[in-house]
């Protein structure tokens, strides 16, 4: 997940698309914890 990300980022030299690809990773980062933590407290 995480290379195809910077693949795509890398195909636009555009600084506005790699910004907007770094805050796309974050909010699948901030989702996938999200998700673990509530794994974690249910076991």
């Known amino acids: 997940?995480?290379?195809g990300i910077v693949i795509y980022a890398?195909?636009?030299s555009s600084l506005w698309m790699?910004?907007?690809q770094v805050?796309?990773?974050f909010l699948l980062l901030g989702w996938?914890?999200?998700k673990t933590i509530e794994?974690?407290?249910k076991a």
Request: glycine content about 6%; cysteine-free; hydrophobic content about 65%.
């Open 1 to 3: 997940m995480w290379v």
């Open 10 to 12: 890398d195909h636009f």
């Open 18 to 20: 790699r910004i907007v």
């Open 23 to 25: 805050v796309f990773g």
């Open 32 to 34: 996938a914890v999200q």
């Open 39 to 41: 794994m974690i407290k």
